[in-house]
């Protein structure tokens, strides 16, 4: 079979030597690969490229389109752009794989019996980046989730079960609270549950998931979550699993994917032998996975169990009793490679098979467009000095042409008509206009309304259109509504 090319990069601080242990594993293990290395990271930012990667680096990825890649450091100061999150973009790497594992009892852990697989939406979401300051006071994140989105990385997730022989998908969601966002999230999972009846399926609010995760992960085998839940909760994960130098990860796009530890670069420890190469060599496990290798992904994994089921440990997981040896990076390479072609004994053995041919954006539904009707318009204006029943008699009188002020909202919260003397208020409210009749409504009358309230003086931040979709409302209610 043909040797896959590959790109690699050896990062900062431990990064060198990790990647050299790592690739010393796999070259002996027989893994099919050319090696295209690039510069990224400290070195490359402070020769002035902000992403801390050349463009002309990117060139090897786009041939390769498989990334695998040591911790870099972050230059202290601002201006430098995160090479995780460009690179996640440019690639559109729209899944973050981490399995969290449990070695016990050869590595401490206050839950022997965790093996869960997070499955963050790697792409959408608050990290959409759109953020505008409002007022004086207010500042506002947009909370972006797209059908396809979530239908990509929660089949992703199924697939992922199914491929690993896992059990069940769990869904954190907050849908509770943000019905349309984390709305559509939850109800695709239901939807594409539906496809996977050989797996369980469960939802959970994610304050009490996380709750239960950090306390009982053993009730969980793959969790799949948007952006931000995937970000800190994968972390925690990692964390009390009791080996967040021992996670690799993967982000996987349709195209690309990059493969790496879940920890930094530790420049404290860098250059003398001591890091643990693990996090990166797990990382490059799933690549092997990843480039139809799963041969020697099996081969690698279960000669790393063997070696940490044997003792063998870098000083960062050493633990008196329990460790036989304390080695450093090469010598932990060298053990593993000692013991390719064996499986352990106490620790469950890994198995792999190939990854799908299939694309998921393939498999994303040809849905056609439901019909969208305008309905009215919120329109946020900055005012201050008076109170909501002030104010919304002001604003009632740009009341006409078909349309009427049906509520007024401050910080989410419905203050006018009938609103409740105590609510807090700030600078911008949200005053929600609607047909006199209750049904459609033109374009033309927002345009009109927007220049009578100009006119009138009042200084308007952003309107938001409200349509219903097939006859369903497309917008949330105020609270209090
Ligand atoms: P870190 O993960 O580098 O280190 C945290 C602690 O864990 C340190 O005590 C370190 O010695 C230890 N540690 C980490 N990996 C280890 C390993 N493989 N073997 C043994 N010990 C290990 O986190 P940090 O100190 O917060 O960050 C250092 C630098 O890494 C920063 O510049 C940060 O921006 C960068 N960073 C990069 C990535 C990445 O490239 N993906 C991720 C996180 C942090």
């Not at 939802?203 to 793959?222: S, Y």
Request: aromatic letters at 8%.
């Amino acid at each position: 079979m043909a040797n896959r090319a590959i790109t690699v990069a050896r990062g900062d601080g431990i990064g060198p030597e990790i990647m050299d242990a790592t690739l010393h594993i796999l070259k002996e293990a027989g893994a099919r690969i050319d090696i295209e290395e690039i510069e990224i990271g400290e070195k490359v930012y402070l020769r002035g490229y902000t992403a801390g990667v050349e463009p002309s680096a990117w060139e090897s990825l786009q041939r390769t389109k498989v990334f695998l890649k040591a911790p870099i450091t972050t230059p202290q100061g601002g201006g430098f752009k995160s090479l995780n999150v460009t690179t996640r973009k440019m690639f559109g790497l729209y899944a973050n794989v981490r399995p969290c594992v449990a070695y016990h009892p050869y590595v401490r852990t206050k839950h022997p019996q965790m093996d869960v697989v997070i499955v963050r939406e790697n792409e959408e979401d608050l990290y959409a980046g759109i953020e505008h300051r409002q007022s004086d006071q207010v500042y506002q994140c947009l909370k972006l989730i797209t059908r396809p989105g979530c239908e990509r990385i929660v089949r992703y997730a199924f697939e992922y079960a199914r491929r690993n022989n896992r059990k069940k998908v769990t869904c954190f969601t907050k849908d509770n609270i943000m019905k349309l966002t984390d709305g559509i999230f939850h109800k695709v999972f239901d939807e594409i549950a539906a496809e996977y009846p050989d797996i369980a399926n469960e939802h959970w609010i994610v304050d009490i998931g996380a709750a239960k995760l950090a306390d009982t992960p053993e009730a969980f085998d793959v969790i799949v979550m948007p952006n931000l839940y995937g970000d800190i909760l994968s972390d925690v994960a990692a964390q009390i699993a009791g080996s967040v130098g021992l996670a690799g990860s993967a982000n996987i796009g349709e195209k690309y994917a990059m493969f790496e530890a879940i920890h930094g670069s530790a420049p404290r420890r860098a250059g003398q032998n001591l890091a643990n190469p693990s996090g990166l060599l797990l990382g490059a496990v799933m690549m092997l996975v990843h480039i139809d290798q799963p041969d020697i992904a099996e081969r690698v994994h279960n000669a790393w169990l063997k070696t940490i089921e044997d003792g063998i440990h870098t000083y960062d997981i050493y633990s008196e009793g329990v460790s036989k040896e304390k080695v450093g990076t090469k010598e932990f390479a060298q053990a593993v490679v000692a013991r390719l072609g064996q499986k352990p004994e106490k620790l469950k053995p890994v198995t792999y098979s190939a990854a799908p041919k299939q694309t998921l954006t393939s498999m994303v539904s040809a849905r056609p467009p439901q019909k969208k009707e305008l309905v009215g318009v919120d329109i946020f204006i900055n005012w201050w000095g008076g109170t909501a029943e002030e104010f919304g008699r002001l604003v009632e009188k740009y009341n006409g042409d078909g349309l009427k002020l049906v509520m007024i909202s401050n910080r989410g919260v419905k203050v006018y008509p009938e609103g409740f003397p105590d609510t807090t208020v700030c600078d911008t409210w949200r005053c929600r206009f609607q047909s006199e009749s209750g049904g459609a409504i033109a374009p033309q009358q927002i345009l009109n309304l927007m220049k009578r309230i100009t006119e009138g003086g009042l200084d308007f931040t952003k309107i938001e259109t409200l349509c219903n979709f097939d006859g369903q409302a497309g917008f949330s209610l105020g609270q209090g509504q």
